[in-house]
């Protein structure tokens, strides 16, 4: 079974669905560090037709089957409902079927890691971000992530560097923060996520798969839009 391989020969599969273009990557554990071994783009939008296919075909091309992974990566939000959705799913079917143990990760936290800095914002639409900040001064000082717009930014204090990979984020944050300086890097890839989640691994800190969940860091339009009542 996957969770019995020895960290010294662990395949990892990693999966990030949540951006406008996703990807998969096959890694091995060495040490507490993920070595890339390939990955392979998703193309926009089209995550639930082509996720399962490229994961077959990025083990197929490597000669592993699924129940020879040690661990899947998946990153859970946050980023778009469906998008998380399908990449959780996908992560938990192939989990369930396998007892392969999972590890998730925060789209923010791989972006903020991979531009080598602790804040990083994201684009939400709708002229808010999704923003990583740690917080200093608290009891518990640290990161924590959350769903910011304009007046959001104008009543928090910013800090020194923000990771960004996108436009509307950076553009967001230089009206509101002119001060602050933006690291842009390249956006997040399963290769990152597997690069972040490697400790956790080495550490076996895997996730409950039953309870496992999307970090959206928002309400579904659905939930915000679709449960109006009308009183007479």
């Known amino acids: 079974m996957g969770a019995g391989i020895p960290n010294a020969k662990m395949y990892l599969l990693g999966i990030d669905t949540c951006g406008p273009s996703g ?5 091995r554990l060495s040490a507490a560090t993920a070595d ?4 392979r783009e998703l193309a926009g939008r089209t995550y639930s037709a082509s996720l399962i ?3 077959q075909g990025l083990l197929a091309g490597h000669g592993i089957r699924v129940r020879e992974l040690g661990c899947i990566v998946v990153v859970h ?3 778009s409902f469906t998008g998380v959705r399908v990449g959780l799913s996908a992560a938990k079917g192939l989990a369930e079927g396998a007892a392969i143990p999972v590890v998730p990760v925060s789209r923010l936290q791989v972006l903020a890691a991979k531009a080598g800095v602790s804040s990083a914002a994201l684009d939400a639409h709708r002229h808010e971000v999704f923003l990583r900040v740690t917080e200093t001064g608290t009891e518990q000082s640290g990161p924590r992530e959350f769903l910011a717009g304009a007046k959001d ?3 928090m204090d910013a800090p020194s560097t923000i990771a960004v990979c996108d ?6 944050l230089r009206n509101h923060w002119p001060a602050v ?5 390249l956006p997040p890839t399963a290769a990152d996520a597997l690069s972040v989640a490697a400790p956790a691994i080495a550490a076996r800190e895997f996730a409950d798969v039953a309870l496992l969940d999307g970090h959206y860091l928002r ?4 939930e915000i839009f679709g449960n109006t009542v009308t009183k007479s």
């Open 77 to 79: 939000g946050p980023g």
């Open 36 to 39: 890339l071994i390939a990955q």
């Open 219 to 222: 309400r579904s339009d659905a």
């Open 153 to 155: 930014l104008a009543h």
């Open 181 to 185: 300086q933006l690291q842009r890097v």
């Open 167 to 172: 436009v509307a984020a950076e553009d967001l």
């Open 53 to 55: 296919s490229a994961v």
């Open 23 to 27: 990807s998969v990557a096959l890694g």
